[in-house]
């Protein structure tokens, strides 16, 4: 927390130019960009007849999740972590998926008590050791638990890896009185960021397939399954053309990234979402010539993919890199000796997940204002 | 913030073997070699004659403050940024040093407003604007602001660069009446992580020199030169016996980290501090032989440097690396085919003080038992 810089930032609330006068650094939301991103992805599923469920990991905010609502098509919400998805319940946010696998005795109790204060909560499964737990658990509850099996589609982190085990767990689920069996999950990761469209295509056909088959087994089984839930911004585009998904698990779609700006979201290069997430810093020491020192570092950035990118307030060209835990080195282009003490320089966020889980707050600008502040009410709780 | 897990947490603070059903993943303090740790460095100092001023940029929690004070030889604390030391003076930690300079409107009237709330509070400067800002803002002040001279010895990142200009800046800190003159500050990060004792200690001896030389004509030139401050862990030992700092800006040596743990900070291969800082993590999932699936990811450890190392609860040899945002992979060594689901498993912290920055509150555990859950006041202050 920043009580102080929140406070000063705060004052600048509807004040005329007053984004030039944040405090820095901050974590700043780009609104015509976020709510260009949130109507462009509401369209593309009213088009394909899809739904929505983003996923709340990326932003871990009850005020981005209420816009994903007001924006159209969203059927709910997805959190990777229990925490996660108690704090957009305290906030009202309902319909949440736990996209892993729930365990152990401190989330049990966790989970029963999030599902008396929600109306839909959903889990996954991919053990029958934990759907005993669960059963056993939601044996007493007003009213069932809502259970998806999860289904291993490549990367081996969680998920039933074979048609018969997938089918054998959902009798296993229909037969528990606690528990509700709604159908499968399959969230291939490992592919949403291959940079072409085409590989990306082809690999997500095939989770695809999986994803078909699998249901059509549970039919022929007698088994319910009108959810196939998965999906990314990575693959949005070819997963809400086929027709097997029933909703789509989009996430970073509101923000975007270093990382997602590099690869080509719709196949013809046009870019159907625009960096919405930036952190601002300013120039906090110029003595050499060719890089300035900036008062932002590795505590304001996550670090675990590509390097932020410059998109204002430096010559284009100029770089950043990590100048220590607190700082960041901008690297000026040939023929720019250096910035003025208090430039503001605006980064895109680098990787938006990680880097938005390092922030409490999200300065929401329009052109020169400031127009809200909104808590990021999710942060580090990743129990 | 993770109010349920915190919860669960804090009803096992005293129950006998409560450490064992601590809900995951958390961030725990080994209380017997943290208190080791402070004993060590207070000792090490005392012998030297040397004062200790804790980084806490590393820690950023009164409640580890108190103990460095507790443990002895502690002058006062560090800071990075101005959100950090308002954390700690809300807490009652006093004698505070911003090692950065503060530059611009919103930082200046925050900076004016701790200065009233604490007893003593340093800041350092780099160039003649900033110390006329200072100057400016606190002529009116009930007493004087106490200023260093910062002075680059290598890292390029603050400072002046010459003996000339240190001097010259001395003398301006001196001239204002707002200001008072307080020494010099050199800190040398890039050299801190050096594998070897000898490697860092030529470079420190270098540094020792230079900063010498510069107290040596602050003191020709009638200018005050009290204090001499910086060093690290990492050249802790060698700046300790050298005598020309007056106190030691250490900042990791309380929790130690992966990347610490691989230099020889004695020289003589000896371990002067243990391991404190750990993640504990359970494996969530296991259905693939040679690897499970924990509850860490990104979003509980700092993924600039090297990876945690896994230190118990997975057999000896033992591997993780990042699975997804909020999930880990441990790659058990040959012979070894999985894990029971729940197995707790504690990390080593790559890099303390990001890592320590992704958490609200440090679980302090010694031996089976919860002792305490210190919260982090300063997390996020990056500002």
């Given at each position: 927390m920043n009580p102080e810089s929140l406070a000063w930032n705060e004052?600048?609330?509807?004040?005329?130019?007053?984004a030039a006068r944040l405090d820095t650094p901050a974590l700043v939301l780009d609104l015509d960009a976020f709510e260009a991103n949130l109507a462009q992805m509401a369209a593309f599923a009213r088009a394909q007849g899809v739904k929505l469920r983003p996923?709340?990991?990326?932003?871990?905010?009850v005020t981005v999740a209420r816009r994903q609502l007001e924006a159209g098509e969203v059927v709910g919400f997805c959190c990777a972590k229990l925490g996660e998805a108690e704090a957009l319940a305290r906030g009202?946010?309902?319909?949440?998926?736990?996209t892993a696998p729930v365990r152990g005795e401190s989330k049990l109790g966790r989970l029963l008590a999030l599902h008396r204060a929600l109306r839909e909560l959903f889990v996954v499964v991919e053990d029958p050791e934990n759907v005993r737990e669960l059963a056993a658990a939601f044996a007493g509850a007003d009213r069932p638990l809502a259970v998806l099996v999860v289904v291993?589609?490549?990367?081996?982190?969680?998920?039933?890896?074979?048609l018969e085990a997938a089918v054998e767990l959902g009798r296993l689920v229909a037969a528990q009185p606690g528990l509700e069996l709604r159908g499968i999950q399959g969230y291939a990761g490992r592919i949403q960021?291959?940079?072409?469209y085409e590989e990306r295509a082809a690999a997500t056909r095939a989770v695809n397939a999986q994803l078909a088959a699998i249901r059509d087994a549970f039919r022929a089984a007698g088994l319910p399954c009108p959810i196939v839930t998965g999906s990314g911004t990575g693959t949005h585009d070819v997963d809400g053309r086929?027709?097997?998904?029933?909703e789509l698990q989009v996430g970073s779609y509101p923000f975007m990234d270093v990382d997602y700006l590099a690869?080509?979201?719709?196949?013809?290069?046009?870019?159907?979402?625009?960096?919405?997430l930036f952190v601002w810093t300013r120039v906090v020491?110029?003595?050499?010539?060719g890089f300035v020192t900036t008062d932002a570092g590795s505590k304001c950035f996550a670090?675990?993919?590509p390097a932020p990118l410059?998109?204002?307030?430096?010559?284009?060209g100029s770089t950043y890199a990590m100048f220590g835990d607190q700082f960041g080195r901008i690297e000026l282009p040939p023929g720019h000796d250096g910035l003025p003490i208090g430039t503001l320089v605006r980064c895109i966020a680098p990787h938006c997940d990680p880097t938005v889980n390092l922030w409490d707050h999200l300065v929401a600008v329009r052109g020169d204002g400031v127009e809200a502040i909104w808590p990021i009410e999710g942060r580090g709780a990743v129990a």
């Open positions: 004052r600048l609330v509807g004040v005329p130019g007053g996923h709340a990991k990326t932003h871990k905010s009202g946010i309902d319909g949440i998926l736990l291993d589609v490549g990367s081996h982190r969680f998920g039933v890896t074979s960021h291959l940079r072409s086929l027709g097997v998904f029933t690869c080509d979201l719709t196949g013809d290069g046009t870019a159907c979402f625009r960096p919405a020491s110029n003595r050499h010539r670090m675990d993919g410059v998109a204002a307030g430096a010559p284009p």
